[in-house]
């Protein structure tokens, strides 16, 4: 079993900083990538921003120069540095990963339960 457990969420004024953090365990032999997505209310989820087992980075065009994502492989943990919020940053973030739990077996992207973020006065 593979385990994504997120933390960081919060309440946050207009631009604020916040943190998010997901941690990875389990059965897990290679991840290609990692990254983040959100769903506010009433509207499909979007990418948010990915990052390759490279350290290459995605980042979807609302978040660009706001938003940071990271990986740090010493405690199998990724992280999004979110600065300048705004309202409409609004969401709960769900943190997945693309990977492969044993040698050969099939690549299956995983979720975690996800965490709410809202930025509000």
């Known amino acids: 079993q593979v385990q994504l457990v997120e933390s960081g969420g919060g309440l946050v004024q207009p631009g604020g900083s916040l943190r998010l953090s997901c941690a990875h365990s389990?059965?897990?032999?290679?991840?290609?990538?990692m990254g983040w997505d959100r769903q506010a209310p009433g509207k499909e989820r979007e990418l948010v921003a990915t990052i390759s087992s490279g350290g290459s980075t995605n980042y979807a065009d609302s978040v660009k120069g706001r938003f940071t994502i990271s990986r740090d492989y010493a405690k199998n943990t990724v992280h999004l540095q979110m600065n300048s919020l705004k309202p409409e940053d609004t969401a709960v973030y769900y943190c997945?990963?693309?990977?492969?739990?044993?040698?050969?077996?099939?690549?299956?992207?995983?979720w975690g339960q996800g965490t709410q973020v809202t930025v509000s006065s």
């Open positions: 389990g059965s897990i032999f290679s991840i290609n990538h």
């Open positions: 997945n990963a693309y990977l492969q739990s044993f040698p050969g077996s099939s690549w299956t992207r995983y």
